[in-house]
């Protein structure tokens, strides 16, 4: 059987600096910039996932999201230890959470934040402590 591998998730944004300084102040994410071909790119390691960023601001045909809930993806999903100790952080920095935490069943709580351009991330702790 063939064995897939996670390689990134593409974010499309009208504000790439925005993006990634959000990730980078409310998430830790590492920001890498480099100049292939003289054009700017930023790129960012969070949990061990390679996010692209792309700026499609120049491009018309870019629309906003569609609301929730829609098909197709609709967020990515980031394990955490210490849930309430991690929300009361992101809280502390102003971000915006949309659900939680909350526990959803026996082992797992969630939380989810709304990032810059409606980007959803859900925060999870999983284990046999969560009741």
Request: one cysteine or more.
């Amino acid at each position: 059987m063939t064995q897939y591998t996670f390689d990134h998730i593409h974010l499309f944004t009208r504000d790439p600096e925005g993006m990634a300084t959000y990730f980078e102040s409310m998430l830790g994410a590492e920001v890498i910039r480099s100049s292939p071909g003289g054009q700017l790119r930023i790129d960012l390691k969070l949990g061990g996932a390679n996010i692209f960023i792309l700026d499609v601001s120049a491009n018309p045909k870019a629309v906003d999201g569609a609301p929730h809930p829609h098909c197709g993806l609709d967020h990515f999903g980031l394990l955490v230890e210490d849930i309430d100790k991690v929300c009361d952080a992101l809280k502390a920095k102003g971000a915006n959470f949309t659900r939680g935490p909350k526990t959803i069943r026996p082992g797992t709580r969630i939380a989810f934040i709304e990032g810059p351009e409606g980007v959803s991330i859900e925060l999870l702790e999983r284990g046999p402590h969560i009741t």
